[in-house]
């Protein structure tokens, strides 16, 4: 049986290390292809179906996105698939 082709949507070399060293027992031929897709406000799961389906529809084939998202009960599931404006908090989250 040939290789199945699945494309991982990053730009990301080390994302894509980490992916090629998990599917590597597998069939799965992966290909990286880094698209520039405009990213939806909503829930992790909005955003990561959103995000795959434009990306599939740019290039007309099987994708694999990744999204990274960060909750803490403490503050109520916050800041979720926000966590890059955890940067501009006024106080360290460690602390």
């Known amino acids: 049986m040939a290789p199945k082709e699945l494309n991982f949507i990053t730009g990301n070399a080390n994302k894509l290390a980490e992916v090629q060293a998990i599917l590597s027992a597998t069939p799965v031929k992966l290909q ?50 926000y966590v890059y404006t955890t940067s501009t908090l006024p106080f360290d989250l460690a602390d």
């Open 32 to 81: 990286s292809q880094n698209i520039d897709l405009p990213e939806l406000q909503g829930t992790i799961e909005e955003i990561s179906t959103d995000k795959a389906k434009r990306a599939a529809e740019a290039i007309n084939g099987p994708v694999l996105v990744e999204d990274t998202c960060l909750c803490f009960d403490a503050f109520n599931e916050l800041p979720g698939p």
